[in-house]
């Protein structure tokens, strides 16, 4: 494809926000639109925004030429691309607002009445993944699995569906937000309530797909250009299995309990994927993967910037959102430089090593009557992440840093009637219950029989536990060699000083007499293989020194 046409650069770009605040859209995306506008004013393109959500970065007068704080409708677009003046449009950066907006504008169109390009990939190819039947057909002309199902238009089409997959089956709803109307089905009784709740809100189509409950759920990023120039960018991996909206569950990057053979399986299978389909700048892939050998299903592809492509570009150092700008714009990847070398361009593979763990954050507490299990709907209302080296680290300072009362995987911090119960039935808590379970002697392999969570895992789980209980059995001041291993397993002095009877500021006096300190380590993206330059840094016990020696600069 070397040679590709490229289309002339647009003049006056518009880009499309996520849409008024709600769960599935609220700050995820203001990320990718504010990297966004700034790579197209880089390249002297004027650009206007349209999102109501005045809660973000994207919207301060200081980003985008204009602003226009409406509803992501059809409707109030065609105005502005009138008024404005605009010659292209971006879809990809609002999330599924956007592109459901964009393919509105397009069949209705609106944007061939105004001359209006756009950019990225093609309309076609986001209609592609979006609609769950063409999805299916496209990645079975190359051979790619996919979960046996039907897309279907009514309710009677879909108990025929269910039916003829057989229980229990996976209902989930086409162009769907975070989710919304999905769920298993399990039960004959369960079938009508969760075809009405899966058509509810004007949903037109439903697929109704073969149940790969405790399976493996695994994320590429994935990065093409008009040339077909293609790389992944980073894997991550869901601790809860199949099940579990990707926003509802702890996720590590890079992936951790799988082994070469079934990463460069995933890489090979999404390459091509992403190819056959089309997609020009970022896109996320979802996988489902067998836990007891190599068979896989495509869940999904999202033909966008995700909540997943802030987590991954955070979590590597690579601009996701602003290459993905560029190289809507016609750029190749080796045409983008990298900005955290300055020396190398963007067509490369991130290597990773550190951890990087993300936790979400719920507030059920506030919605009256609402149920505490969480699915395949979205619930959570944000997120925080973690950088460490190890995941006992990361999982400690992602439960500390959501504010909920906690001072890291304490086991005793919530109180279970039914241990068991709460193990097998997830909610916002359930990683405290796998933690107690530990600690109360049920083995590894029942807690993975009731949770289908990774026995890698809940292994990086136990060394925690055991020296909670350690510490609450020892007094202050600690011996040196077991203050180093507690700070590196993740513990705040916080709470060694609460476990061990002390004040923080006594065991933090103590914890430097030994000269145990935290070092802060650089996100280089290329693990060392090449100098870099960039003030990305996080603390962690487990470096032996500085990537960075401290400067007199003033600090933010």
């Known amino acids: 494809m070397f040679g590709v046409y490229l289309p002339r650069k647009p003049r006056r770009v518009m880009v499309l926000g996520s849409g008024a605040l709600q769960i599935g859209q609220a700050g995820e995306f203001d990320y990718s639109g504010s990297q966004a506008i700034k790579a197209l004013r880089e390249e002297g393109i004027a650009t206007v925004l349209v999102n109501p959500n005045i809660a973000t970065i994207q919207t301060s007068r200081e980003l985008a030429d204009r602003i226009y704080l409406v509803a992501v409708t059809p409707e109030f677009v065609e105005k502005i691309i009138v008024k404005e003046g605009v010659d292209a449009i971006a879809l990809s950066f609002g999330g599924q607002t956007a592109l459901n907006c964009g393919l509105a504008l397009h069949d209705s169109g609106i944007l061939a009445k105004h001359g209006v390009q756009v950019l990225g990939t093609p309309i076609e190819s986001i209609r592609d993944t979006e609609d769950r039947r063409l ?125 070469d053979a079934e990463v460069q399986l995933l890489r090979t299978v999404a390459i091509r994927t992403i190819r056959h389909l089309g997609i020009v700048g970022e896109c996320n892939i979802q996988f489902a993967l067998d836990p007891v050998g190599m068979d896989y299903r495509v869940i999904e592809v999202n033909a966008r910037l995700s909540r997943s492509s802030a987590l991954a570009s955070k979590a590597t150092g690579y601009p996701l959102a602003y290459v993905a700008a560029k190289l809507a714009l016609g750029y190749a990847l080796t045409e983008i430089p990298n900005g955290i070398t300055r020396r190398t361009t963007a067509f490369f593979e991130p290597a990773l ?193 500085c990537d960075v020696a401290p400067s007199r600069h003033k600090k933010v």
């Open 353 to 545: 090593d550190y951890l990087v763990c993300k936790f979400p954050r719920w507030d059920l507490g506030k919605f009256w009557g609402a149920s505490t299990l969480i699915g395949s709907e979205m619930k959570s209302v944000g997120e925080v992440m973690a950088i460490g080296r190890t995941f006992a680290e990361v999982i400690q300072k992602a439960v500390r840093m959501l504010d909920i009362g906690v001072r890291g995987l304490d086991p005793d911090a919530f109180h279970f009637d039914d241990l068991r119960e709460q193990l097998r039935n997830p909610t916002p808590l359930r990683i405290f219950a796998v933690a107690q379970a530990i600690r109360e002697g049920i083995g590894i392999d029942e807690i993975h029989e009731l949770t289908r969570i990774d026995r890698w895992f809940l292994h990086a789980i136990e060394p925690v536990v055991k020296m909670h209980g350690r510490l609450a059995r020892s007094a202050s001041p600690l011996p040196a060699e077991m203050l180093r291993d507690v700070k590196r397993l993740g513990f705040s002095d916080q709470a060694i000083g609460m476990l061990t009877g002390a004040a923080a500021e006594t065991v933090r006096a103590a914890r430097k007499a030994y000269g145990i300190e935290s070092r802060f380590a650089q996100i280089d993206t290329m693990a060392g293989e090449f100098p870099a330059d960039t003030n990305y840094l996080y603390a962690t016990y487990h470096a032996d020194g």
């Open 135 to 259: 999805f299916i057909e496209r990645l079975t002309e190359i051979g790619v699995r996919t979960a046996r199902s039907r897309a279907c238009h009514t309710a009677d089409a879909a108990r025929s569906a269910i039916r003829e997959i057989g229980l229990p089956v996976m209902l989930r709803g086409g162009y769907a937000l975070g989710g919304k109307g999905s769920g298993i089905v399990r039960l004959e009784a369960e079938i009508a309530a969760a075809l009405r709740r899966s058509f509810a809100g004007g949903v037109t189509q439903v697929l109704v797909e073969e149940c790969l409950e405790g399976w493996k759920e695994i994320e590429y990023e994935v990065v093409r250009d008009a040339r077909d120039n293609c790389v992944t960018v980073c894997n991550m991996e869901n601790f809860d299995p199949m099940g579990i909206h990707t926003g509802d569950s702890i996720v590590v990057a890079p992936c951790q309990t799988l082994n």
